[in-house]
């Protein structure tokens, strides 16, 4: 079994936030975040499910699938681990506490890397 642990900070996720170009105020800004009726502002799930991506090794994915099961908050410490099953790596993911954050996650293996870029793009490079 394979693992990681990510310790989130702010700043991770206003990084993640300009890079995917999802500004959604409930991941950037405390104030809103609390008019939302959130505590604090919270990771996006796509940068979970990024994370949890990384347990492949560079290995190639045919498909990657998750359920946002909780919220992950700044200063939340969330570990990822992994375990190969028949060509699947069953994922989890649990916070400090021990609760999930994404469950009935799966990465399917690529048997190989495409040799062709447009196909591994779906056709357009």
């Not at 959130?38 to 090794?57: F, N, S, T, Y």
């Not at 939340?76 to 190969?84: E, G, H, I, K, M």
């Not at 040799?115 to 591994?120: I, K, L």
Request: glycine share 10%; net charge negative; aromatic share 4%.
């Amino acid at each position: 079994m394979s693992s990681l642990e990510v310790r989130f900070t702010r700043e991770q996720i206003a990084r993640y936030a300009v890079a995917s170009g999802d500004l959604n105020p409930i991941h950037i800004d405390p104030e809103r975040a609390r008019q939302a009726g959130l505590d604090d502002v919270i990771a996006h799930g796509m940068l979970q499910m990024g994370l949890a991506a990384r347990l492949a090794g560079g290995r190639p994915l045919r498909r990657l699938r998750v359920r946002f099961a909780g919220m992950v908050r700044p200063g939340d410490t969330v570990t990822f681990s992994a375990r190969l099953e028949a060509g699947l790596m069953r994922l989890e993911a649990v916070n400090q506490d021990g609760e999930a954050v994404l469950t009935r996650a799966e990465a399917e293996l690529a048997s190989e890397e495409p040799s062709d870029p447009a196909a591994a793009a779906g056709g357009e490079v």
